[in-house]
């Protein structure tokens, strides 16, 4: 096969491909169908042309045979008269007409045939279109329902893709959701256990301490106030205190001790290094 010949049966196949998408069945089917009504049509007014020639040609024949009859009439009345000689003439005018009534009988006896084999076609024709409506119809309700079941399964396939990204989209969602719980919850303890407000806050661990201390101090001397003043004996409260007091004073001396020592220390450090 040539290049040239290649190339035509490539577009040749391209073209019947694009026809073939664009062909529409129904449409196809219908054209068909309004084809075969066109020749049933046309075959029906071919016999009524046919029947029309006919009905001509036995009304010329009525006319013959009037004609055959006066002829007639006028050869008896000539006998009548003894005019043989017109007698001869209206016979052979008679004569004449008879030939062509035979021959109109002829004419007419064909046109009968034709006419019977036209309206025989006529009958089979209108059966096979009949036949070919019904099938039509039922190509057509196939066709259509065919075509709607496959625009449910092109719309449902997207359906599917959609669905999927919708999963996909949930799945995102849960995950947040949980990581946001997670996360308050743990929020909820921190601020339960006083963590976080020892994050938020700008105090250290000893003046936090300290402060505690001191309102610890403060309610023990408001208590005591309140159970002198219902007369209730504060002195195991004071010994209590005074022994609290002694035993801080000797830690605070340790650890004032220490504090010298380590400044002691840097100071020495310094003085070596310059």
Do not use: C, W
Not at 22 to 27: G, I, L, N, S, Y
Request: proline share 1%; hydrophobic share 35%.
């Amino acid at each position: 096969m040539g290049i040239l010949s290649r190339t035509s049966y490539v577009i040749r196949s391209k073209i019947n491909a694009l026809l073939n998408r664009a062909e529409d069945p129904t449409e196809t089917l219908d054209y068909s169908y309004e084809k075969m009504r066109d020749e049933l049509q046309q075959v029906k007014q071919g016999i009524a042309d046919l029947t029309t020639q006919k009905k001509r040609l036995e009304i010329q024949k009525r006319r013959l045979e009037e004609n055959v009859e006066k002829h007639n009439d006028q050869a008896r009345q000539a006998i009548q008269q003894d005019r043989e000689d017109l007698a001869r003439k209206a016979l052979e005018k008679k004569q004449a007409k008879m030939t062509q009534i035979e021959e109109l009988d002829t004419q007419i006896a064909n046109l009968q045939d034709t006419q019977d084999t036209l309206v025989q076609k006529k009958d089979e024709l209108q059966s096979r279109i009949e036949e070919f409506r019904t099938k039509k119809e039922t190509m057509k309700a196939r066709y259509e329902a065919a075509e709607a079941s496959s625009r449910v399964s092109e719309a449902m396939s997207g359906v599917g893709d959609e669905m999927a990204d919708v999963g996909r989209a949930l799945e995102r969602a849960e995950e947040r959701t949980d990581e946001m719980e997670a996360r308050s919850a743990a929020m909820d303890e921190l601020m339960e256990s006083g963590a976080l407000d020892d994050v938020l806050s700008d105090k250290d661990s000893i003046e936090r301490e300290l402060e505690a201390g001191r309102t610890n101090a403060e309610v023990d001397a408001e208590l005591e106030t309140l159970k002198a003043e219902m007369g209730k004996s504060s002195a195991p409260a004071e010994e209590s205190e005074a022994e609290a007091d002694a035993e801080v004073d000797i830690e605070a001396e340790v650890v004032d001790e220490e504090v010298e020592a380590e400044l002691e220390e840097l100071k020495n450090d310094e003085e070596s290094s310059s």
